[in-house]
């Protein structure tokens, strides 16, 4: 029996080349951030035939009588397996959430919901989880192209397989270096991708993956039910990487969606279009292989940067604040910069020029994109997957909820503050 409370974690991620492309089975090239959600599992009320939601991040909050929930629907076989790449969402449960949901009318809200509930009914059973607090907060922006809906949804799928009883505490430390994956890493990663089909109908299963395992990777969706490649990049050059949020908001259902239409509606262009992306992904990666980049093969990477937005462009995900991260850094000649994640919103990257990008010009740079009420982030690259921290004595929901802002949540329960946290 596992005991509450525990905590489990899971970065966002950035991707650098190969967005929306990546659906199409085209290699694409993403690393974890520094920036995380964290996911309590607590007993913070004595009524013990109830389930509670804390999601403060995005207004909600909401409970449920657990004999409500529609735990029939699986037993204790089906519980216990590993999702293929290509399976789809189980109909009957996707029926019985939507009925239960009918009065959530937020969008954000209800995919929350929804990927909450049908990862907790497909891995647990109703004894494991009765009377208990599920609160989330993270120092991701929600829904801006980082990956903030894989990483809640490793965040769900790791504490469901761990309550549920499919795999066991992590031992691994910050600081120790593993070179093959972890069976229990493979359950989590396929269990996530599940509650991304959750959030919109197509991922590539880059977001989950990378929300997991952690690192920067180079990955390749690939037909039918044969799991996706993914090959490690453990030494990445060092990227001075400039990433702006436009803070417009959008839904990378929808932006995937669109995509689908015009890949659909224009198979010749669309498939030129993608099979350059896939060029320009593999250039790339040959270049990312090294761990020092000579000034030549950093205006490449740039040059790359500068094609792939333009492609990302002709497809219809990018956004007129999108174009103003970019003309705005174009015009002080800072850099390259190319939307991130599933555009029409949401943040851009900048690879920064080192030698042309003075403080000053960047200073000037800052200041438009705060004017506008852009926001800058600086993070790092690379950093742990999925990670689980237990005997906690100091946090409660409604402490975790109270939180103000991203170095509080770090102070609190974050992955850098606490060297106690162990990875899978
Ligand atoms: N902190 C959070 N608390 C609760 N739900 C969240 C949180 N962050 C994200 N979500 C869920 O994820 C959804 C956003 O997912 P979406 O895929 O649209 O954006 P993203 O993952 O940030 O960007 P991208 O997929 O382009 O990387 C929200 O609508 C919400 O349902
Ligand atoms: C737009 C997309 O390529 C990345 C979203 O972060 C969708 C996906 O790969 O699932
Ligand atoms: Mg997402």
């Known amino acids: 029996m596992v005991s509450v409370p525990f905590l489990t974690s899971a970065p966002g991620k950035v991707i650098i080349f190969g967005e929306h492309s990546a659906v199409y089975h085209k290699p694409a090239i993403a690393a974890a951030l520094s920036l995380r ?23 909600f909050s909401y409970k ?3 004999s409500d929930l529609p735990w029939q629907l699986f037993g204790e076989h089906s519980r216990k397996r590993q999702p293929s ?33 049908y990862l907790l009914v497909s891995l647990c059973e109703e004894k494991d989880v009765a009377g208990l607090t599920f609160t989330v907060r993270s120092t991701l922006p929600v829904g801006a192209g980082l990956g903030s809906s894989a990483s809640v949804s490793v965040c769900f799928a790791s504490a469901f397989c761990y309550l549920g009883g499919h795999i066991q505490e992590p031992t691994l430390k910050a600081d120790d270096v593993t070179v093959k994956d972890s069976e229990q890493c493979l359950f989590i990663d396929a269990w996530a991708l599940m509650g991304e089909k959750c959030s919109h109908g197509n991922p590539s299963g880059i977001d989950n993956a990378v929300a997991t395992h952690g690192g920067a990777v180079m990955f390749q969706r690939m037909e039918s039910s044969v799991p996706s490649i993914r090959t490690s990049m453990r030494n990445l050059p060092p990227l001075n990487l400039l990433l702006t949020n436009t803070k417009t908001p959008r839904s ?18 669309s498939g030129l279009i993608l099979e350059t992306m896939e060029a320009i992904a593999r250039e790339a990666y040959t270049l990312m292989l090294r ?5 030549q093969s950093k205006n490449r990477l740039m040059e ?43 943040c851009a990257i900048t690879l920064i020029d080192d030698d042309a990008a003075t403080p000053e010009k960047l200073r000037q740079l800052e200041e438009k994109y705060n004017q506008a009420g852009f926001e800058t982030f600086k993070t790092t690259l690379g950093g742990k997957g999925v990670g689980l921290l237990t005997e906690i004595t100091t946090i409660t929901s409604e402490k975790l909820c109270r939180l103000h802002n991203r170095n509080e949540i770090e102070a609190a329960v974050g992955c850098s503050a606490l060297p106690q946290w162990r990875y899978w």
């Open 37 to 59: 959600t964290y996911l309590l599992a607590s007993r913070d009320n004595d009524d013990t035939n109830t389930l509670f939601l804390e999601f403060p991040d995005i207004q």
């Open 64 to 66: 449920w009588a657990t």
């Open 85 to 117: 790449a290509d399976e789809e969402l189980n109909p009957e449960l996707v029926d019985a959430l939507n009925s239960l949901l009918s009065k959530i009318d937020s969008p954000i809200q209800y995919s929350a919901a929804f990927m909450f509930l």
């Open 252 to 269: 990378t259902a929808a932006l995937v969606a669109n995509v689908s239409k015009i890949v659909t509606e224009f198979p010749k262009p």
């Open 291 to 295: 761990p020092f980049l000579d000034k």
């Open 304 to 346: 790359l940067i500068r094609l792939n937005h333009g492609l990302l462009v002709s497809l219809g995900v990018s956004h007129p604040n999108l174009e103003r991260v970019k003309l705005w850094s174009d015009e002080l000649q800072i850099g390259q910069t190319k939307l991130t994640g599933a555009g029409g919103g949401g």
